[in-house]
């Protein structure tokens, strides 16, 4: 069904809200019912440290949806910065991932003023400035 023809656009937000949080509830779940070596086994794997991976757990896959928008505001590509760096790209989303200072980003994200502020809350902000200035993996 299309998004017009959608009787009830509010209540079909509602549902899908609900069910991207239960689907985040069940992966706390099997997160949990990891035995330590495993779980320590799959931070190694992914080259973080196991606290870092179970707080990344904690806040979802969508955690990190700030970069791309904060990358494309400063004129960087991503999807170049991804074949030029993974390593650094993939850094940079675990660090957004952790950040405590999303409302403050989503704001400046929305208004389009993320580039003239970012500097002063985001965590990332040297690592950004650093590619900014080289121009590395600009559009």
């Known amino acids: 069904m299309s998004t017009e023809s959608r009787p009830?656009?509010?209540?079909?937000?509602?549902?899908?809200?609900?069910?991207?949080?239960?689907?985040?509830?069940?992966?706390?779940?099997?997160?949990?019912?990891?035995?330590?070596?495993?779980f320590n086994r799959i931070a190694s794997d992914l080259r973080v440290s196991p606290d870092d991976l179970e707080e990344l757990v904690r806040h979802g896959h969508h955690a990190a949806n700030e970069l791309p928008k904060m990358l494309a505001q400063l004129g960087i590509s991503e999807e170049q910065l991804g074949r030029a760096q993974p390593l650094l790209l993939r850094d940079m989303e675990r660090v957004c991932a952790l950040c405590n200072e999303k409302a403050h980003c989503h704001r400046d994200l929305a208004d389009g003023t993320?580039?003239?502020?970012?500097?002063?809350?985001?965590?990332?902000?040297?690592?950004?400035?650093?590619?900014?200035?080289?121009g590395g993996a600009t559009h």
Not at 30 to 35: A, G, K, Y
Request: glycine share 4%; proline share 4%.
């Open 114 to 134: 993320a580039a003239e502020n970012y500097e002063g809350y985001c965590p990332n902000a040297s690592t950004l400035e650093t590619l900014d200035r080289t």
């Open 8 to 38: 009830y656009p509010v209540v079909q937000n509602l549902i899908d809200s609900f069910a991207g949080w239960l689907k985040h509830r069940r992966e706390l779940n099997e997160m949990r019912q990891l035995d330590r070596s495993d």
